[in-house]
C-alpha cells in the first residue's frame, strides 16, 4: 500500500450518517440474493449498528484518505440456525476501488481486538468458499458448511484466551 495514505477505523456510532452508503454497500452486495429485502430494510438493520461502541451490534468503519473504504461488523446470533453460536463477525465489505490494500484484514483485526475488550470468547463468523483463506489466516477454523438463503457458506470460528 502507498505510504502515504492515512488508514484510520472509527466506530460507526462516531459517524452514523455513513449508514446510507453501508446500506446501499450491502443491498447492491447482498440484499439482492433475497427478494423480500428492500434498500430501506437494510439501512433499517445497518441503523441498529449506528448506537454502540460498547456492546453488540456494532459496526467499525474504515477510511483511507478520510473516505469511506469498507465497512465490519460485530453481531450477536447473526444466524437463526445456530443459536449456540452467540457472537458473529459479519457483513465485511470494502469498496471496489480499495480492494487489494489489505483493509479486510485490517477490519478483521480491529473487530476481533473490540470482541475481546468486549470479554466474547469464541467469535463466529460464515463465509462463501472464496473467502476462506483469509479467515484462516486471522485464526479462524472451519466449522462446517451451511446454506445461508440460498448460499452455500462456510461457518468458521476463533477463540480468545481465556
Known amino acids: 500500500m502507498n505510504d502515504s495514505r492515512k488508514i484510520t477505523i472509527k466506530f460507526l456510532s462516531e459517524a452514523p450518517e455513513l449508514s446510507t452508503i453501508i446500506a446501499k454497500w450491502y443491498y447492491d452486495e447482498w440484499g439482492t440474493d433475497n427478494a423480500s429485502m428492500t434498500l430501506e430494510a437494510m439501512h433499517d438493520i445497518v441503523q441498529k449498528k449506528t448506537a454502540n461502541n460498547d456492546q453488540l451490534p456494532l459496526s467499525l468503519v474504515i477510511f483511507v484518505d478520510d473516505h469511506i473504504a469498507g465497512v465490519a461488523e460485530l453481531k450477536y446470533r447473526e444466524n437463526k ?3 449456540e453460536y452467540t ?5 465485511i465489505f470494502v469498496a471496489p476501488q480499495y480492494r487489494g490494500l489489505g483493509l479486510a484484514s485490517k477490519l478483521i483485526n480491529k473487530a476481533k481486538t473490540v470482541a475481546e475488550k468486549l470479554n466474547v470468547k469464541q467469535l463466529y463468523l460464515q463465509t462463501e468458499p472464496k473467502n476462506i483463506s483469509l ?6 477454523k472451519q466449522l462446517h458448511t451451511a446454506d445461508h438463503m440460498g448460499i452455500q457458506t462456510t461457518i468458521m470460528v476463533t ?3 481465556e
Open 81 to 83: 440456525n445456530f443459536p
Open 87 to 91: 457472537y458473529w463477525l459479519g457483513g
Open 135 to 140: 479467515y484462516e489466516g486471522h485464526n479462524f
Open 159 to 161: 477463540n480468545f484466551s
